[in-house]
């Protein structure tokens, strides 16, 4: 960084939050960095000292906290360190993980200016998970909820298409299939109402996506016959991400386009006047609108607005296996709790626990991990001689009342709410995201959502727990 030094300008004062508790402003005569020499385009600063910049005509002062990783695009870099009086940003995202890299994709697709801030890094938390599996409800009796999510499900290979051409990355998308053995009858009678409900539900004349009873040579050696008596369940709408190549892409999109804020961690909202407070002193945030979607941390945050916790974590361990090779990639076998998430030709996630207590949130238990690494080994006959090459443990955020929450939580201040997503999370956080999106842009035509994920069902759920 040194040839990126030059003396602090006389009057130059810090416009990015607020003077107050701050840490010491650069004197005059300190060395600092400036943009000005940030040649590459994309920089990634690791400042551990004050970064400011020299003006061309006003006095203009960035302040970043120690050990924040600051990553942007050129114009935004700008924008941090110019800041300004009043409204920083737009919109603030809390929370690196896919919910949140989709809430600052759309909102800077819509010309927002963004800063999304992370207290790791994007995808530490529950969005690092290995195994990826993006799967439907069975489309029997159709409701809001299986509607917004087969609409998302639908929509997402286009998605995808434009994110991997923004950003130039793979996100590993691919749409594998899913198979689920019947070993009843009463599940044969399920499987079949499904089948003709794909029909209409998921409009297989317009879309080929559809549900079917198979017997098990279609994917013959992939699932052991002996599990699947009566057959299997397979339908051709379900997925698979590889999750840390998905999340690459969307962060490095955000990274270009909007700032980027790692190592740094939302501690409260003040509610009077919208800044974010952080650990990391000396960074305040100020937004026209602030975006929590901090996974399972998020419902903290957003109990010192609301005076009430709608919902927590819940520990989940996945593995990944390396399998022999197969000579195309299968589909996902789902069975009851266990995922078989294909990776590759030789490579599969399997998955996984689900740990409503727990200590350490982040340290894979094998003990636990046994029953579903078993169970998997039944119904897959590849993966008895597999080698674990990885084993992964992270918290899912789940609401209390189940379903998913999306939006505001404070009119007054702007502050919106998006998390909860749980199990299903990969596949619906784009639209989820839209949705917020829309609200904060206060777009005419919005993406429907189902009213249980509305903020005002969720608070009317809690009330009616007492
Ligand atoms: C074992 C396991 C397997 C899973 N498999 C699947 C699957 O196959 N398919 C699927 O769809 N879903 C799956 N999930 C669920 C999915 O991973 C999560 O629902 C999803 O990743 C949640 O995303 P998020 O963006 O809401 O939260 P997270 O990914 O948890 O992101 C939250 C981010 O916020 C940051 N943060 C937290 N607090 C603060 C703060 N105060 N200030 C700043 N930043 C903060 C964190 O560092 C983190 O990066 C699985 C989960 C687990 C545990």
């Known amino acids: 960084m040194s040839g990126c030094l030059q003396k602090i300008q006389s009057g130059a004062e810090p416009q990015f939050g607020n003077c107050e508790g701050l840490a010491p402003i650069p004197s005059r005569g300190q060395t600092i960095a400036t943009q000005k020499n940030l040649t590459r385009f994309r920089p990634t ?12 005509r006003k006095r203009h002062i960035a302040i970043a906290p120690l050990h924040c990783r600051v990553t942007c695009g050129i ?38 200016s963004v800063a999304l801030v992370d207290k790791v890094t994007c995808s530490s938390g529950a969005s690092g998970t290995v195994l990826g599996a993006l799967l439907p409800h ?12 087969f609409e ?87 997925a698979r991400i590889i999750a840390e190549k998905y999340t690459t892409a969307l962060r490095a999109f955000v990274a270009d386009h909007g700032t980027l804020l790692e190592g740094v961690e939302v501690m409260d909202i003040d509610t009077g006047t919208g800044r974010l407070n952080t650990t990391t002193k000396p960074l305040d945030l100020i937004a026209h609108d602030i975006v929590l979607a901090a996974g399972h941390e998020t419902f903290p945050l957003a109990e010192r607005i609301l005076g009430l916790k709608l919902g927590g974590g819940v520990k989940g361990q996945a593995a990944v296996f390396e399998i022999e090779p197969q000579s195309a990639l299968p589909p996902v076998i789902y069975d009851n709790g266990v995922y078989i998430v294909p990776h590759g030709l030789n490579r599969c996630a399997v998955g996984s626990t689900s740990e409503d207590e727990f200590d350490d949130p982040t340290t894979p238990d094998p003990a636990k991990s046994e029953a579903f690494i078993t169970r998997a080994k039944i119904l897959c006959p590849p993966l008895r001689n597999g080698r674990l090459i990885a084993h992964w443990a992270g918290v899912r955020p789940r609401c209390t009342a189940k379903d998913p929450i999306i939006g505001c939580l404070d009119p007054t201040r ?51 727990r007492g």
């Open 45 to 56: 600063i690791d400042i551990g000292k004050i970064c400011i910049r020299k003006p061309r």
């Open 75 to 112: 114009k935004n870099l700008f924008l941090l360190i110019v800041g300004g009086h009043g409204v920083a940003y737009d919109v603030v995202v809390v929370g690196g993980g896919v919910v949140g890299l989709w809430v600052a994709r759309h909102a800077i697709k819509a010309g927002m």
């Open 138 to 149: 069975l489309p029997r009796v159709m409701s809001a909820k299986k509607i917004f999510q």
């Open 152 to 238: 998302a499900l639908a929509e997402l290979p286009t998605q995808i298409d434009a994110l991997e051409d923004d950003t130039g990355l793979d996100t590993g998308y691919a749409r594998c299939g899913r198979i689920m053995p019947i070993r009843t009858q009463r599940y044969l009678d399920h499987a079949k109402a499904a089948c003709i409900g794909s029909n209409v539900a998921w409009n297989t004349a317009g879309t080929n996506l559809a549900v079917e009873v198979r017997d098990t040579s279609s994917v013959e050696g992939w699932i052991d016959e002996a599990a699947a008596p009566l057959g299997i369940i397979h339908d051709n709408l379900s």
């Open 414 to 464: 702007h502050i919106h709410i998006a998390t909860g997503g749980y199990k299903i999370t990969f596949g619906i956080a784009h639209r989820l995201a839209q949705r917020l999106v829309e609200n904060i842009s206060q777009a005419e035509d919005v993406t429907v959502i189902p009213e249980t994920y509305s903020v005002e069902a969720h608070l009317e759920n809690a009330a009616q």
